[in-house]
């Protein structure tokens, strides 16, 4: 049931938003529960219509609410894809910086290297037996750049699965669309694609052998090495454009 409160003339709809949220958190409204209309919300918090259409769009980019054309808002139980896709603004705003393209490549370096060292201790026969089938698609698509690029990620991926976490699973989707574009770009350097599955076989071959320090150190110079790849070309385009 939603409360009335007395509201200040201050961001109504803020306040409205953090008002059903606290009831929402404090498991007095529970995910599934139906939210009143609109029109009963007026009533009972003492506010336009306007207000309540704003806080509930707040609601439903955090994740705690569902807004369905045609059916009663409901309340939500958040995903980590839901809410990694909240923070696609800020972050499309953070890439469109070098400082930002940075920050987010350390990012992947910092947790890539984590999931690896994790599977070299924790993959099980049929972990193993998935990240083989992802390498040889990665190797059989040399020469493909699309298909090189889908099979790149899916040998990423599983490292990620391994670990059983939808969290782990959902951080490492986002950082894959985050950075495809820097994926796609480094790709188009000369032979790239033999470097990237020399380096995705020399980290499966750890991974295998359960020597964690050379799995996190093949992953380690794998990502550095795209990097400076990378940045390289873009050194290139610049110089370019500055010679035009």
Known sequence: MIEQIVM????????????IQTQILEGKLKPGDRLPSERDLQVRLGVGRPAIREALILLQQSGLVEITNG???RVAMPTAEGVLAGML??????????????????????????????????????????LKVALDANEDAIGNRQLFIATDVTFHFQLALMTGNP???????????WLRQQRIVTLDLP????????????????????DGEAT???????LMQLQEAYWAHEA???DSMDIQ
């Open 8 to 19: 200040d003339r201050r961001k109504l709809f803020e306040q409205v938003a953090e008002h």
């Open 71 to 73: 059916a009663p808002t």
């Open 89 to 130: 603004p800020a972050v499309q705003q953070m890439l469109s910086t070098q400082e930002g393209q940075r920050h987010f490549q350390n990012l992947r370096l910092f947790f890539e290297t984590a999931l690896a060292r994790r599977a070299s201790q924790d993959a099980s026969t049929e972990d193993l037996a998935r």
């Open 167 to 177: 969290i782990f699973t959902a951080i490492h989707d986002g950082m894959s669309s």
């Open 191 to 210: 032979d790239q694609e033999h470097i990237a599955f020399a380096a995705h076989k020399r980290i499966f071959e750890a991974i295998a052998a359960r």
């Open 216 to 222: 996190e150190s093949a992953m380690r110079d794998h």
């Open 236 to 238: 290139r385009a610049k």
